[in-house]
């Protein structure tokens, strides 16, 4: 299995990323999909996750901001980050769960800051 993260980066507050999340090894359409976030000295925690059929629940605090979706065509999930803030800025890492199984992408670095 791998999961493989790309478009992270620096950017001011205010400002938009996009990761994605190109997955291998697994059947995509199998699997919930999300995205966490771990920033330094604090705990990893979920930012946002989707289901095999497309429910969707998000952490409070990027309501309104972040937008996931996925492509089962692509086996990829993606993370649409609208009016970031500092406090966003974290290794973010992609998750796929199916029943009892779990993997992890290598996590890719957003940094918000002017």
């Known amino acids: 299995v791998q999961l493989v993260e790309s478009g992270g980066g620096l950017v001011q507050p205010g400002g938009s990323l996009r990761l994605s999340c190109v997955a291998s090894?697994?059947?995509?359409?199998?699997?919930?999909m999300g995205w966490y976030r771990q920033a330094p000295g604090k705990e990893r925690e979920l930012v946002a996750r989707?289901?095999?059929?497309?429910?969707?629940n998000y952490a409070d605090s990027v309501k309104g901001r972040f937008t996931i979706s996925r492509d089962n065509a692509k086996s990829t999930v993606y993370l649409q980050m609208n009016s970031l803030k500092p406090e966003d800025t974290a290794v973010y890492y992609c998750?796929?769960?199916?029943?009892?199984?779990?993997?992890w992408g290598q996590g890719t670095q957003v940094t918000v800051s002017s």
């Open positions: 998750n796929a769960q199916f029943l009892s199984y779990e993997s």
């Open positions: 090894g697994i059947i995509f359409g199998n699997n919930y």
């Open positions: 989707i289901t095999r059929v497309g429910s969707i």
